[in-house]
């Protein structure tokens, strides 16, 4: 953003990989990387921001030189609506320029570019007050002006799914199923590993202060924040390995009809039991692996087997490099005894079953699989904000949904115990 907060270039995503080659032409980088993991809890990447901006300041030298403040998603729209200029620090945290140990911009990092802390945003707690929506999107939104409509501050997507399913301790884990399957779990102090690479982020950070609004028509709050912190590990293509499948294997639409072929043989692939292996690697082998040159395959195959086969390999195949995840996490001290699962993957008719049976772990997947669990969590924090909820916990309570269980199948763990064995 230049001075007058105008956008000097199109966002870049974490989809955009232009940063890629940065590493390899840069060794004294390439040297950082792992102290980068153990401030940030990231490693370098060209998905984040800091290779982003690297090659802005060598290709795009113009721009760069004219960046006044670097935004990101959630706190440019904070400041589009409210003229604030706030940031969290679960966001902050996948900048690569926030420790997350410190809770801080890091200076060592930010010299990097000769930038200080000024060139982002303020780092609050979530739920804390931001300001009042500006008058443009009252206008915009027909909202009567002068309206004092509050805004508080949100967190990540995954804190928020967190936050929405009761995820507060390290006594439970989250496996939210979208197109990659990711692994959440709150903790009480960071989990930094550089050999395993546990994304590793910010919550809260330890804060006693008074909420005020501003006026004085209503109640000073008095909130007081403890350190929090989330872990976040990741099958980039848990889903998208489904929808490979279905398009490209068996020529479908989508994989919404694969998921129907499930439904309408489910019985049968309930029971059936092969020694056909699918490695879910279709971009490379991520965490506890970390070979970005290994390819997804189906292994084991045999004159004798068909498409079905192949269907339950695959949703074997996430379970598995589910249970190399977990056993990484068990060496770790971290041992939950039930999983929360939810998104495309929790609606499916026996794939909470199968990740039941290959992890030996009871399941729980919401009643209702159409709810959004991010809204919830944002909910929470605005309502904990607003002073409608006194805690975090309370507001998950007040708005807590149902659950139904699925319990490991004991006649399948000694088979899957072997099989995992050919993993």
């Not at 604030?84 to 420790?99: E, G, M």
């Not at 780092?123 to 804390?128: A, L, Q, R, T």
């Not at 997507?157 to 390290?170: A, K, R």
């Not at 939810?342 to 794939?351: E, L």
């Amino acid at each position: 953003m230049d001075r007058n907060f105008n956008p000097l270039y199109n966002a870049i995503t974490w989809l955009d990989r232009r940063g890629s080659q940065i590493l390899n032409e840069y060794n004294f980088l390439k040297e950082k990387n792992i102290e980068v993991y153990l401030k940030t809890g990231w490693r370098l990447d060209s998905g984040l921001s800091f290779l982003a901006l690297w090659w802005l300041k060598e290709n795009k030298k113009e721009i760069f030189n004219k960046i006044y403040k670097v935004l990101y998603v959630n706190d440019y729209l904070l400041k589009k609506i409210t003229g604030k200029n706030i940031q969290d620090p679960s966001n902050a945290s996948i900048t690569l320029f926030y420790n997350v140990k410190e809770a801080k911009w890091d200076d060592e990092l930010l010299s990097f570019f000769n930038f200080n802390s000024n060139k982002f945003s303020e780092v609050k707690n979530p739920g804390v007050f931001v300001g009042y929506l500006n008058d443009e999107c009252l206008k915009r939104l027909k909202i009567k002006a002068d309206s004092k409509i509050k805004v508080f501050n949100g967190s990540h997507d995954q804190y928020c799914v967190g936050l929405g399913n009761g995820i507060f301790s390290e006594d439970e884990i989250l496996l939210a199923t979208g197109t990659a399957w990711v692994i959440f779990q709150m903790l009480n102090k960071p989990i930094l590993d550089d050999k395993k690479f546990f994304a590793v982020g910010r919550f809260t950070f330890a804060q006693n202060f008074i909420q005020n609004f501003g006026n004085n028509l209503e109640p000073i709050q008095d909130i007081n924040f403890e350190d929090k912190f989330g872990m976040i590990y990741t099958i980039p293509t848990g889903g998208a390995s489904v929808r490979w499948f279905a398009n490209n294997i068996l020529n479908l639409k989508n994989e919404k009809q694969l998921f129907d072929i499930i439904s309408s043989n489910s019985e049968y692939l309930l029971t059936l039991k092969n020694n056909v292996i699918f490695h879910p690697y279709l971009n490379g082998a991520w965490g506890p692996d970390f070979d970005i040159s290994r390819k997804a395959s189906f292994s084991n195959l045999e004159l004798s087997h068909n498409y079905l086969d192949l269907i339950k390999a695959l949703l074997e195949g996430v379970g598995f490099q589910l249970r190399k995840i977990f056993n990484v996490l068990t060496e770790k001290g971290i041992k939950p005894s039930s999983i929360k699962m939810v998104g495309g993957g929790s609606r499916d008719k026996i794939w909470p079953q199968i990740i039941a049976d290959i992890n030996k772990k009871e399941i729980f997947i919401p009643e209702d699989p159409k709810l959004d669990f991010a809204t919830r969590g944002a909910a929470i924090l605005a309502g904990f904000g607003a002073g409608v909820f006194n805690s975090f916990e309370e507001g998950y309570e007040r708005l807590k949904v149902n659950y139904k269980s699925v319990k490991p199948n004991h006649q399948n763990l000694s088979f899957y115990d072997e099989k995992f064995k050919l993993f």
